[in-house]
């Protein structure tokens, strides 16, 4: 673990380099049906019977749209010089079209000047995945027209906030909205069809490309950018079989999405894979999805491990997996930075997400021991430090998450937070991660 040594890591960092934690809406804020809050495609989906792990909604989270500046101050406390959170899009316009609804924007104003009032960046998600069901029913993300919906958010959202937000990120890991929505149907809104996954991922792609360029002709002066969960694919063996597997799967995972943002084309092996599942692409789409990026977020867990006789990663490895089964391999964010630095003209690089779900224990002392978290975070900070010392231009890092929340369809058993959050009493309690994290960076600052 030498060469990971999240000491060696603290010299390197650049006095503009920003440090976060991160939110989402639906995970966190509770309240699904208050102060004329719309209905999402997340809130329907939970009332599938067997959807989500443990039968849980979005209902009460963590009651954040309640405790909100109490979370501030908690976030504040941490020392850390950016927060990413997301709107809920069904909050602030319930039927996706039509109205607004007053009494959601004035939240997301409160918690911006909330966050500017104690020195902290707001780096805002417009989409993360929780859709207006009303938008839905109209077919939702198949459909050409929630583009345009999509792009009115994002106008309505910026002239409201886009004065004092630092960054804008259009959608939150397309591939997972697109694949695990539409194509798998473990996620919202739990579809499984190949071809609408296809269209989606379009769509997905326009409507960021789209509301980037309404957002600079309105002269909104906050970073935009898009962010993508990318992992490296390696084989389960060296066969051919598996080789051709981990080639076809990173087309479908990175260049699906990669190629067409910086390279303006679909990548031509997943387009053959798909045939006549291909998306519908009209005539100048792909300019509009090309246009230039202030940023890319990337999100990272862990490696992706192929096997060509599996539909999915493997992650066999015998390392240490965290609770999600997901295996932790820090050297593999190194290796993707630098492959997406090596491979494509990318702005500043931010990993918007990284942390991980472990088996947390609240201990009669009113700590939690979570050596785990702690050790994952700090080796895959050093992760990105080796990556910067190799040329790649990175931006920030935000640990994922703030504080336990609704992972989707596990529910509420498992926990990503560096703070606890116990859900009967909606107490926070600060792990040990947190408190490593808080005096990382207060280390952090006092060499700047
Ligand atoms: C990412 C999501 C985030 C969280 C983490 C664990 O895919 O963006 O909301 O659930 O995984």
Redesign the pocket.
Known sequence: MTHYDPLAAQAAFPTDFVWGVAT?AF?IEGASTADGKGLSIWDSFCRQSGAIADASNGDVACEHYKRWEEDLDMIAGLGVDAYRFSVSWPRVRPTGSGEWNEAGLAFYEKLVDGLLARGIKPYLTLN?WDLPQALQDGGGWGNRDTVHRFVEYACGMAERLGDRVVSIATH??PW?MAQLGHEVGIFAPGLKDRKLAAQVSHHLLLSHGLALQALRAQGCKAQLGLVL?LSPMHVATDSAADRAKAVLDDGRVVRWYMDPLFKGRYPQDVLDDLGADAPQVQPGDMEVITTPMDFLGV?Y?SRSVISAGEPWDVRSSGREVTDMGWEVYPEGLTELLLRLHRDYPVPPLFVT?NGGAFKDELNADGRVHDAGRTRYIATHIAAVDAAMKQGVRMGGYMV??LMDNF??ASGYEKR?GIVHVDYATQARTLKDSARWYRDFLQQQRAQR
Do not use: K, L, R, T
């Open positions: 989402s995970q993360h939150n890991e997972v969960n999100n867990y997400e994922w998450s992972e989707w990503f």
